[in-house]
């Protein structure tokens, strides 16, 4: 639910939804049977915020929001890809994402999983097909590869897995590094997308993302104590029950709030050179901190 959100980031997010979701039906076609109808159903609802971060650094560059559409389908298929694995018995073993029973739980184990191999190469395909000078499309699909690979989202989520079995509880460093790569490095890679495909340096938008995904993790920790499991439309309480080290066990409730508002307003210093240009991704590092799923 996006209740908090200014009307026209709502607009905006949900625009980028549907030009990701467009792209990937499109690429998906007349493709029928049970893998390509959970690849449909494991890119349907979400809030779309990685396509919207593509579609916005796009904006700023001077690139209309279609010719950056296949790299927010391709962000947003690979994203899919991450959950649908992720919810797997074999890793967190959820019955709900986004509200709905996980791909396992709606088909089975081996379709959840070559659902989710199909995407992650989808996203690859997605890229190929972007209007930009060729060597920008190999710096978006090798950035791609490393942002997903074992040294970003992958390897963040073996060091997660990891953890439930240590004999010490990870750190508060610890977890920021883990998170760095399961969060954080798709996020990252999706705000530094735009200036990417028009050759320009993505410093500043890179460390925005930075700062914005350690915020969303850290909300999502929050939401995990706060949340209801309706709204946030998967479990809640799963942390605390499992004993597992987070951003709130280490600072605490106020404390895990505090940090995430200051993280907000240094993603909001990184885009000083844009002005106001950048005001719908200003509103945007707010909101993930203000929703409620």
């Known amino acids: 639910m ?48 990685r396509g919207f971060l593509v579609i916005e650094s796009a904006r700023l560059h001077g690139l209309a929001p279609g010719m950056a559409a ?11 890809y991450s959950l649908v694995h992720d919810d797997l018995p074999c890793m967190d073993d959820d019955d709900l994402r986004r509200g709905q029973p996980t791909v396992h739980r709606k088909w089975d184990e081996a379709t959840a999983v070559l659902a989710g191999d199909a995407l992650q190469t989808l996203a690859f395909e997605l890229i190929g097909h972007l209007p930009c000078a060729a060597e920008a499309r190999l710096t978006l699909m090798t950035s791609l590869a490393a942002a997903a690979g074992v040294g970003g989202m992958v390897g963040g989520q073996a060091l997660d897995i990891a953890a439930e079995t240590a004999a010490e509880p990870l750190t508060l460093a610890e977890i920021t590094r883990l998170q760095a790569g399961k969060t ?26 930075k700062h914005l995904g350690l915020a969303f993790q850290i909300a999502d920790d929050i939401l995990d104590v706060e949340g209801d499991a309706a709204t946030v439309g998967k479990a809640v309480g799963k942390d605390d029950a499992a004993g597992k080290a987070t951003f709130v066990s280490h600072l605490g409730l106020d404390g895990a709030k505090a940090r995430a508002a200051e993280l907000v307003d240094m993603a909001c210093d990184a885009l000083s050179d844009y002005g106001q240009e950048a005001q719908s991704l200003r509103a945007a590092a707010a909101f993930v901190i203000a929703r409620d799923s």
């Open 2 to 49: 996006l209740t908090q959100t200014e009307p026209s980031l709502r607009d905006a997010l949900a625009h980028a939804r549907d030009l990701a979701q467009a792209q990937i039906e499109a690429a998906l076609g007349a493709h029928s049977g049970p893998v390509a109808e959970a690849m449909r159903y494991a890119c349907t609802g979400g809030k779309g915020l």
């Open 70 to 80: 296949p790299a927010a389908g391709a962000i947003e298929a690979l994203h899919a």
């Open 184 to 209: 954080g490095a798709l996020i990252e890679w999706s705000a530094m997308a735009g200036p990417r495909m028009a050759g320009a340096d993505p410093t500043a938008l890179g460390q925005y993302a």
